[in-house]
């Protein structure tokens, strides 16, 4: 694992290497060589299989945090490519020609996050939230209790009981 990584440190800009366990690791490298540097890997490195895509919001940094992971079935090791693009400007270079499933992740992050992948096939279609016309709902800027009670109707809560002593009454009744 560490002489593919020096391999790659040569070749990319990584900033950033976690060693996660022995068989995976993480890379950090800009957003601009990302796709270069998973097409590296695909082409040259035999890392065939695309794995997933995830998203996570560093809203304190305006910030998403975008991580590939790729796997390498011969050596079975994995690598997470990681980048970072700007909450305010979300727009990543889309990477659906390398694998076709790549494409179903991008659409959910652009429905998600809102962060658009130019080029991706069907990214703009409606995935899971058919009509959604508010913020995306997994940046951390979204209030699902104000969305929620704008949105549906107040409904009393149920009575809560100790399961203890319920289960005592239903069992002993008599006691």
């Known amino acids: 694992m560490n002489t593919l990584i020096d391999r790659l440190a040569k070749l990319f800009s990584i900033s950033d290497v976690v060693h996660q366990r022995p068989n995976l690791a993480f890379v950090t490298t800009p957003m601009e060589n990302t796709i270069h540097l998973i097409t590296h890997l695909r082409d040259r490195e035999s890392f065939s299989l695309f794995v997933m895509l995830s998203c996570v919001d560093w809203i304190e940094d305006n910030q998403f945090q975008l991580t590939y992971v790729l796997n390498?079935?011969?050596?079975?090791?994995?690598?997470?490519?990681?980048?970072?693009?700007?909450?305010?400007?979300?727009?990543?270079?889309?990477?659906?020609?390398?694998w076709k499933q790549v494409a179903t992740y991008q659409r959910e992050l652009?429905?998600?996050?809102?962060?658009?992948?130019?080029?991706?096939?069907?990214?703009?279609?409606?995935?899971?939230l058919e009509g959604w016309d508010n913020i995306p709902p997994m940046r951390r800027d979204f209030d699902t209790k104000k969305y929620s009670e704008e949105t549906f109707f107040p409904r009393e809560r149920p009575q809560s009981n100790d399961p203890a002593q319920y289960m005592k009454s239903k069992l002993y009744p008599d006691e």
């Open 72 to 98: 390498n079935p011969t050596e079975k090791i994995d690598v997470g490519i990681r980048c970072f693009i700007n909450r305010d400007s979300a727009t990543m270079e889309s990477a659906h020609y390398l």
């Open 110 to 128: 652009k429905e998600m996050y809102g962060i658009d992948f130019p080029g991706s096939p069907r990214v703009d279609e409606s995935f899971i």
